[in-house]
């Protein structure tokens, strides 16, 4: 099992390794005006790298993973997948929240929700996904919400045979 754990962290640190960094305006979009949270996590996670953050502070920021802009989104996740590796218990929601964001959405979802989970979905390359997949089967096997597992299952099928969201 560690030397699994290992090959994911290896896999997820090569697999992002040239994303480029989003921007310091381009961490949240909010159509909230004033917005303290994503105000809160735009000021945190400004001007740092994926590499720059504990499981602490990403636990405390969890939320931070539904209000990434697309491109901040796919910049910071391996933080939380790299944190999280291993750590199950402590990570919490975090890996929860990942796989919620390849979930597809609702049929009767509205455009703009849509069109939310079909920019961060296109926007990760095949390898990404298929790491992401590796990343949640290993959370999946870990046994600690048995009844989320088949959830896991679906969408790492999903990103392994690169539907749409």
């Known amino acids: 099992m560690l030397l699994f754990v290992m090959t994911i962290r290896e896999s997820i640190e090569s697999a992002f390794a040239d994303v480029p960094y989003p921007g310091d305006d381009n961490v949240t979009r909010c159509t909230h005006e004033d917005c303290l949270e994503c105000d809160e996590i735009a000021a945190y996670f400004r001007g740092t790298t994926w590499r720059d953050h504990t499981l602490e502070q990403l636990r405390e920021h969890h939320s931070a993973i539904t209000m990434f802009t697309p491109e901040a989104f796919h910049y910071f996740l391996p933080a939380f997948m790299l944190q999280s590796l291993g750590h199950w218990r402590e990570a919490d929601m975090i890996p929860h929240f990942i796989a919620a964001q ?16 079909a920019e961060r979905w296109s926007i990760f390359s095949q390898r990404q996904r298929e790491t992401i997949g590796a990343f949640l089967r290993e959370y999946s096997a870990a046994g600690l919400h048995p009844w989320f597992s088949r959830d896991i299952d679906y969408v790492v099928s999903r990103l392994e045979a690169h539907e749409p969201a």
Do not use: I, L
């Open 102 to 117: 390849f979930s597809p959405a609702k049929p009767d979802a509205d455009a703009v929700m849509q069109q939310y989970c």
